[in-house]
């Protein structure tokens, strides 16, 4: 079974500041990996994915992601953050084979300084 | 843009009453899930569900709770006697194939 950790729970920044959060995946083959977005009060929104190929891939809000198998790694990151950035952040892993039921992190809640 | 909707947005309950959270999955979409997050936690699974059928249940998907696709656009999750410990906003999630799910805005379920 696959298990994702994201080990910061709360991450504080300044607006303007480059941000990275982290995730780390424990899976027997390639994974399916996911970031998403949670803003207070609404369901859950996808920044990116990564499927296979490119192991840099692009999402929305200009969030980027980088897979590392051999950190088994899939780290999220913004060059400036903005205010409207402050959400909860999860990350999830899916398995690529069998049933597709990903498993999600227990999230980091993202809080922007002005 | 489709989007998967559910209904109601926040339900209150007494403890003990059974409370019936609805979906509107994508049209053209084959799986279907429920998750819960109770408040300050993640996003746990509890049921998978394709094809008229349950496909995976977790743990917490115990005989407390069914899901049901009544029609060919809705999606249910029914919990019976509900307790303190349901309160939580619950998701629900579509996809058409192999690819990432779409989640509904959540209903949050408060029990009394």
């Known amino acids: 079974a696959q298990s994702v950790t994201q080990p910061d729970i709360h991450i504080t920044v300044s607006e303007g500041a480059s941000l990275e959060l982290r995730c780390n995946y424990s899976?027997?083959?390639?994974?399916?990996l996911f970031w998403y977005v949670q803003s207070p009060g609404q369901g859950l929104q996808l920044l990116l994915k990564?499927?296979?190929?490119?192991?840099l891939v692009q999402g929305i809000k200009g969030f980027e992601a980088e897979f590392k198998r051999s950190q088994s790694s899939f780290n999220l990151r913004k060059p400036s953050v903005h205010w409207s950035d402050a959400a909860e952040y999860f990350c999830?892993?899916?398995?690529?084979?069998?049933?597709?039921?990903?498993?999600f992190g227990r999230g980091t809640s993202l809080i922007v300084h002005p | 843009e489709p989007e998967v909707t559910q209904t109601p947005s926040h339900q209150v309950t007494q403890m003990g009453q059974e409370v019936i959270l609805r979906c509107v999955p994508i049209?053209?979409?084959?799986?279907f899930y429920w998750y819960r997050q109770i408040l300050g936690q993640k996003v746990e699974f509890l049921v998978s569900?394709?094809?008229?059928?349950?496909?995976?249940k977790s743990e917490i998907f115990d005989d407390q709770f069914s899901v049901e696709r009544p029609d060919g656009s809705n999606f249910t999750l029914k919990i019976r006697s509900t307790k303190l410990e349901d309160s939580a906003m619950y998701f629900c999630?579509?996809?058409?194939?192999?690819?990432?799910?779409?989640f509904g805005p959540g209903t949050r379920l408060t029990v009394l």
């Open positions: 999830a892993v899916g398995a690529s084979g069998g049933s597709y039921i990903p498993t």
């Open positions: 899976y027997g083959a390639t994974p399916y």
């Open positions: 049209s053209n979409h084959l799986y």
């Open positions: 990564y499927f296979s190929g490119d192991t």
């Open positions: 569900f394709y094809n008229n059928e349950i496909s995976e």
């Open positions: 999630a579509s996809i058409q194939a192999y690819n990432e799910q779409f």
